[in-house]
């Protein structure tokens, strides 16, 4: 099924303030209806990099934060929309594609589409991605317990172990934990010392010899599961991930007190 959402802005130069905004990514007010259902105050702003920086047409991304001013506002139970512009896609079926049919067999995104428009204006149709939040975090995972990190930054070399172009990559940058933090942005955490959960990953993945790699490896990591992840990225050639984008713009999630 694929539903109407309707944007509308009180202010005239909207578009304006949307550019203006796209490098702090700072939303602007609007109200959005869907099913009859008006949400007042929900915050927007243009998001992606070069989903936003290469696409002439005002086909943009979009990011709506049901929750910007009511933290008890959500649309279906979800605080975040995605709204992607399907960039060098034009079928807008392979994200759709790729978040459903990897769902049996890895952690995956819901994704589904609606039509967008804006001040009454045909905007057309959007696949919406869930956002990798806390929500996501326990349909998949034990418990939102524990931390998450987006591993985004591009920072030199690639370190140790010479994956990617970027320090993000589970590489070991040494045993002071203030040389990942300008890496790795620190999304959540329920626990004291998560740098150092990070930092322990990293340090066995990197140092430790491989014929007892696998013993003390299986402690601090899912194995099979982040095998099972590397090999959808691959097996569909994924251009926005950790192997494509040489290790770099992907998530980390670890789990507090998981007993291995």
Known sequence: KIRRIDLKFDQADYWALLTANYQSKTDIPATLSMDGK????????????????????QKKSFNITMDYADPDQDLKGYQTLNLNNSFEDNSFMREVFYENITRPFSTSLKAN????????????????VQALD????KEW???????????????????AGGFGAGTSTLNYLGDDTSAYKPNYTLKHTT???????????????NTVSLNQLEDSLKKVLDIDRALWFIAKEIMFRDDDSYVNKGGMDYYAIYQKDVER
Do not use: A
């Open 38 to 57: 008006i949400y007042p105050n929900v915050g927007v702003r243009f998001k992606g990099q070069t989903s936003y920086q290469r696409v002439t047409s």
């Open 134 to 137: 806390g929500n996501y975090v």
């Open 113 to 128: 589409y609606l039509h967008l428009y804006i001040n009454d204006q045909d905007w057309g149709i959007y696949p919406n």
């Open 141 to 159: 995972f034990l418990s939102n317990d524990g931390s998450r990190w987006r591993c985004e930054r591009i920072s030199g070399g690639g370190g």
């Open 191 to 205: 626990v004291e010392n998560p740098w150092s959960d990070l930092l322990r990953v990293t340090k066995i993945l």
